[in-house]
């Protein structure tokens, strides 16, 4: 396919963690054309200056942000930004008839007070933000097909919903009674200097964080109450584990039916998710290793039935800069285009 036949790609936020994963990913998409890398801090520099190993497959230079010039060389633009900055670009680059994935929390609350409320910014851009989709694919597929603006979720929010959702769907579980217990490695914080994330800092201990007050919460209550069809207010608690990659959320919920057993939640699952080719339900009695996603747009998900308490609890696996970020948007833009939502994205991870 020559490069005047495939589809026109920008990303604005290019130096980062999620920006490297989508070049990466971009690169190799046979339906894809790469036009523009942009950035604030990094702008002038050759983008191998960053990623050396890159070389010699992405030989470009990240230019800075301009909206006029990313419009017209790309139909679709991946802002992977900080929080707060999308907001400003987005409603322009609509205008100017680009298709627009934010990887920030910018556009994933159909709310816009909760986001004021929880993110600390003013928002003017209401009426764009209402024409927003939640790119959650397994949740909401057949909205991401037609939608030009797409806000991508965050990596906690992805490894909880997809365990949640077909309890919360099928009316399962007693909605006062979900708790989250998740863990991320230290990718999930950024490439920015941080002293938290220093190695000797993180290294050889475990610690929670955001206790109680944690921005992916109301994000992941926006969704669950969406799907369950009425208010839910849940229990997060995230962690930083001394390890670069993945997320693993354990998630604790009292069943309404005390007769059920885990043969009947696993078939429950399986029906739900049958169409869903990056969701990867596991056997009776596995349960999932973050390693096992590396590097792939995968969610393993395992479940396990407690009798005694009257819990399911599903333990649900995913690489945070792929199904976390990078690839679920990769995921989204497939579906947007009408291709197949497993084009471009690797499939196996490196073991060990």
């Given amino acids: ?17 999620g920006g490297v994963q989508l070049v990466r990913l971009l690169h190799a998409h046979p339906r894809i054309a790469l036009t523009y890398l942009g950035g604030n801090s990094s702008a002038g520099r050759s983008f191998t200056d ?24 790309a139909k679709v633009v991946f802002l992977a930004l900080p929080n707060g900055l999308a907001q400003g670009m987005a409603p322009t680059l609509l205008e100017k008839g680009c298709i627009v994935f934010d990887l920030s929390a910018d556009y994933r609350f159909r ?24 790119g959650l694919p397994e949740l909401f597929r057949d ?55 220093l190695h000797s800092e993180c290294d050889n201990t475990l610690s929670a964080y955001g206790i109680a007050h944690h921005r992916h919460t109301p994000e992941i209550e926006e969704v669950a109450s969406t799907l369950a069809g009425q208010n839910v207010i849940l229990q997060f608690t995230p962690h930083l584990i001394p390890m670069t990659r993945g997320i693993l959320a354990t998630v604790y919920c009292t069943m309404r039916d005390p007769g059920l057993v885990r043969e009947d939640i696993l078939t429950i699952y399986r029906a739900f998710y049958r169409q869903s080719p990056w969701v990867r339900l596991l056997p009776s009695g596995i349960y999932p290793s973050t390693k096992w996603a590396w590097g792939t747009n995968a969610c393993y998900l395992g479940i396990e039935l407690d009798e005694r308490t009257g819990r399911v609890i599903v333990l649900s696996a995913i690489d945070n800069l792929m199904k976390g970020q990078a690839g679920q948007a990769l995921q989204a833009l497939n579906l947007r285009m009408g291709w197949d939502e497993t084009e471009g994205l690797p499939d196996l991870s490196f073991y060990p």
Avoid at 9 to 17: E, K
């Fill in 143 to 197: 909205r991401i097909a037609t939608a030009n603006l797409i806000g991508c979720p965050g990596c906690y929010p992805t490894a909880s919903l997809l365990a949640l959702a077909p309890l919360l769907k099928q009316g399962l579980i007693q909605l006062e009674s979900v708790v989250i217990d998740a863990k991320s490695g230290t990718s999930g914080g950024g490439r920015q200097e941080k002293l938290h994330l």
């Fill in 50 to 73: 960053l990623y050396p190993q890159l070389a010699p497959f992405v030989d470009q230079v990240i230019e800075p942000i301009d909206l006029d010039v990313i419009a017209e060389r």
């Fill in 111 to 134: 709310n816009l007070q909760t986001y004021e409320t929880w993110y600390k910014s003013a928002r003017s851009d209401h009426s764009v933000a209402q024409e927003a989709v939640y």
């Fill in 1 to 17: 396919m020559g490069t005047e036949s495939k589809l026109s790609v920008a990303i604005v936020g290019a130096s980062g963690y």
